[in-house]
């Protein structure tokens, strides 16, 4: 659980200082690509394709 909780605190610096440097929607963009590609990639797994 502390490490869960410090694991969100350094993700949570790590986006603060992107903000500063990366535009907002840019960032919001690039995150909801990687989530998208990360669910792809699950269901793909999940479903036993691994030959792909």
């Known amino acids: 659980m502390l490490k869960l ?8 610096f790590v986006g603060y200082l992107l903000g500063l440097v990366i535009p907002v929607k840019f960032f919001l963009i690039t995150c909801l690509a ?3 590609l990360a669910v792809l990639l699950f269901f793909l797994f999940h479903l036993g394709l691994r030959d792909f």
Do not use: D
Request: glycine fraction near 18%; charge should be neutral.
């Open 5 to 12: 909780f410090i694991g969100f605190l350094a993700g949570v």
């Open 34 to 36: 990687l989530f998208a």
